[in-house]
């Protein structure tokens, strides 16, 4: 298909969701990446914007198939409206610049994805002490550790992304960090699972900075402005690996407590107003009144 058979069949596409509203007796469609995602931006909209949805986790391609994603997601882009918008997890778009705008019927998480928000350290401490008294891990302890770990080579992977330097790249980042839980990793606020991310990360990436001119202090001042600093890096990092790392520490935590560590902890942890990441949320929920019907 042509380029602009493309475009006028996603424009027609958007046109016919948008529409489908009413059809479906809601204030807007929503098209999110998969079914997973539906949960979060279900709590965000609720919080900031009163109505109801109708989510969609596959809509048709060109080539006539259900498909999910993000970039399923963004070829719609340039044709949405109030009744019919998209809810997109950031990944690395917010941080390489790309345009992801509200006002253009586009909102994303700005932390990696939705699964970063539900460990806000703050507020996973106090889901945590809510439900397990024994005051037995520091989350904000792991959490400052875990950020101070992958702070520098975080920005080291985005300047070797952002330059297509053939080293450290995403793929060798995630692997560093995609680990789970081991025998002792809830003992003395996980520090074996800290070390272990680390030497990790310094056996990965072992004369990279000097081999591609990496200026630590340049690409510090680069994404502090974005709202990324070492104090944060957790929530940049891609979502669903340090999810599942915090699940499986915190299942071993709440062994024989009859607490589920995902459900009760993890999906009670939204702390809606209390940092930056979510607070944008709000504000371009609040920019899609500016969109046409």
């Not at 900031?48 to 070829?75: D, I, V, W």
């Not at 970063?116 to 024994?134: I, M, P, S, T």
């Not at 300047?159 to 297509?164: A, I």
């Not at 915090?246 to 299942?251: A, E, F, Y």
Request: charged fraction near 30%.
């Amino acid at each position: 298909m042509m380029e602009a058979d493309k475009r006028d069949f996603y424009a027609k596409a958007a046109k016919g969701l948008a529409a489908s509203a009413r059809l479906y007796n809601v204030d807007a469609v929503v098209h999110v990446e998969d079914t997973d995602d539906i949960w979060f931006w279900q709590q965000c909209l609720s919080q900031y914007r009163t109505g109801h949805y109708k989510f969609m986790r596959a809509t048709t391609n060109e080539k006539g198939s259900p498909t999910t994603g993000c970039t399923q997601c963004l070829k719609y882009k340039d044709f949405l409206s109030r009744r019919f918008f998209i809810c997109i997890d950031s990944d690395l778009r917010y941080l390489s610049g790309e345009d992801l705008r509200a006002e253009r019927g586009i909102l994303q998480t700005y932390a990696y994805s939705w699964e970063n928000h539900c460990a806000f350290a703050d507020k996973l401490q106090q889901a945590f002490d809510e439900v397990e008294g024994r005051k037995q891990f520091d989350f904000r302890s792991f959490l400052e550790g875990y950020s101070r770990i992958v702070y520098e080579p975080f920005l080291l992977m985005l300047h070797q992304e952002r330059e297509n330097h053939p080293r450290f790249r995403r793929g060798d980042f995630h692997r560093c960090v995609a680990f789970q839980y081991r025998q002792g990793d809830e003992l003395d606020n996980g520090a074996a699972f800290l070390k272990r991310m680390q030497e990790n990360l310094a056996a990965e990436t072992v004369d990279v900075a000097a081999q591609y001119g990496f200026d630590f202090g340049v690409e510090r001042g680069r994404y502090e402005v974005l709202g990324l600093r070492e104090t944060n890096a957790y929530l940049y990092v891609r979502g669903h690996d340090l999810y599942n790392a915090l699940v499986s520490i915190g299942k071993k935590l709440c062994e024989n407590t009859g607490v589920d560590f995902e459900q009760n902890v993890m999906r009670s942890a939204l702390a809606f107003g209390q940092y930056d990441e979510i607070t944008r949320i709000r504000t371009d929920i609040g920019k899609l009144q500016e969109l046409p019907l």
